[in-house]
């Protein structure tokens, strides 16, 4: 479980109330896991997005491949997590491809003939 500060053992008014406060061993309390407000994500349909750079007369200089990202939402109970399943949103993370190298096959090498 993860941790948080106790601030309540830290106040004046508490029955176990620290005179010093030592920072490698600080005063902590256990947060409890909750299940909600869980986020689900809908992935998208193209993996990547191109962008057309241009210059000031309108022309296309440049064209850049972008890797699209995934849409969130938040999500506070069951009945709304089973009706954003329902319309195809996930609760697995998109993890974006990256971008194929459009200069990859500059330099590959013909087959080599063998001796025999």
């Not at 995934?70 to 109970?77: D, G, R």
Request: with cysteine; aromatic share 6%; charged share 30%.
């Amino acid at each position: 479980m993860p941790f948080a500060i106790d601030e309540a053992r830290m106040q004046s008014g508490s029955s176990e109330r620290i005179v010093t406060l030592d920072p490698a061993k600080p005063p902590v309390k256990n947060i409890p896991h909750m299940e909600y407000p869980k986020c689900v994500y809908l992935h998208p349909a193209e993996p990547f997005t191109v962008i057309e750079h241009r210059n000031t007369r309108h022309e296309v200089v440049e064209e850049e491949i972008v890797p699209t990202e995934h849409l969130s939402k938040i999500v506070a109970n069951a009945d709304e997590l089973a009706q954003a399943l329902a319309d195809g949103w996930q609760e697995k993370l998109y993890i974006p491809e990256a971008p194929s190298d459009p200069k990859a096959n500059l330099y590959r090498q013909k087959n080599k003939k063998k001796a025999v």
